[in-house]
């Protein structure tokens, strides 16, 4: 894969997990369970496509970027997890003691991704025609 198309993928990617990421918070914000638990099961599939997406196994990577891409994806992966246990929330206790999967490791992941792909620092504006 060219740096262009990994460039095109990841954001393609990687876009709508932050759309999606920083819609989240406002829905479990709401107390609205039903909605909570929407939210939940469309972020599980979500984040489950776009792990299989950047996994190394599943696409050819340039080499310098292959370490990175698989951090981001086992993020995903570990979100993936987080929104079903918010999909089977039966209380807002429940979502409560829900715990959002650490994303320092990734995060620091993405922007080595970002700097090697030269998509600039800014995630949102990187993605603000997508």
Do not use: H
Request: net charge negative; with cysteine; charged share 20%.
């Amino acid at each position: 894969m060219t740096r262009q198309e990994s460039a095109t993928l990841y954001l393609s990617t990687v876009c709508r997990m932050n759309a999606f990421n920083r819609s989240i918070g406002e829905i479990v914000q709401s107390g609205d369970l039903a909605s909570i638990r929407k939210a939940g099961a469309e972020g599980r599939e979500l984040a489950a496509s776009a792990a299989r997406v950047l996994d190394p196994t599943n696409a050819n990577w340039p080499v310098e970027l292959v370490d990175d891409v698989a951090a981001v994806a086992r993020s995903y992966y570990a979100l993936t997890s987080f929104f079903d246990e918010l999909s089977r929330a039966q209380t807002l206790g429940d979502v409560l003691w829900t715990r959002y999967p650490d994303q320092e490791l990734s995060a620091a992941a993405a922007q080595r991704i970002r700097t090697l792909l030269e998509l600039g620092n800014d995630p949102v504006a990187s993605c603000a025609n997508r």
